[in-house]
Nanobody, 120 residues
Framework: QVQLVESGGGLVQPGGSLRLSCAAS????????MSWYRQTPGKQRELVAS???????NYADSVKGRFTISRDNAKKTVYLQMNSLQYEDTAVYYC??????????????WGQGTQVTVSL
């Protein structure tokens, strides 16, 4: 069974930094896109950043220049380095990945979410 397990959330002051991690586990052949989304109460989940196999990345305008997505393919892990955090970054952050299963089909998976709170 494939799972995405996130870690690294928490409470941070405005201007501070956090690094989120998301590790994929289980039996599968590979991972294509790995992404981070976030969601606040009453709002739709929004894409924060994506990392495509091969090195391409993209970011939401609201986080460009502050957040960096990276991945370690050997560890099957994607990271989100968040700097200069703002109150507006407070949300539950979710990891998402397109994973090539043992049936040679891609399936989309979500992590359980990790809370990031920016507050004094």
């Amino acid at each position: 069974q494939v799972q995405l397990v996130e870690s690294g959330g928490g409470l941070v002051q405005p201007g501070g930094s956090l690094r989120l991690s998301c590790a994929a586990s289980g039996t599968f052949f590979g991972i294509n896109t790995m992404s981070w989304y976030r969601q606040t109460p009453g709002k739709q989940r929004e894409l924060v950043a994506s990392s495509i196999t091969g090195g391409s990345t993209n970011y939401a305008d609201s986080v460009k220049g502050r957040f960096t997505i990276s991945r370690d393919n050997a560890k099957k892990t994607v990271y989100l380095q968040m700097n200069s955090l703002q109150y507006e970054d407070t949300a539950v952050y979710y990891c998402n990945a397109d994973i090539l299963g043992t049936s040679y089909r891609f399936y989309n998976y979500w992590g359980q979410g990790t809370q990031v709170t920016v507050s004094l």
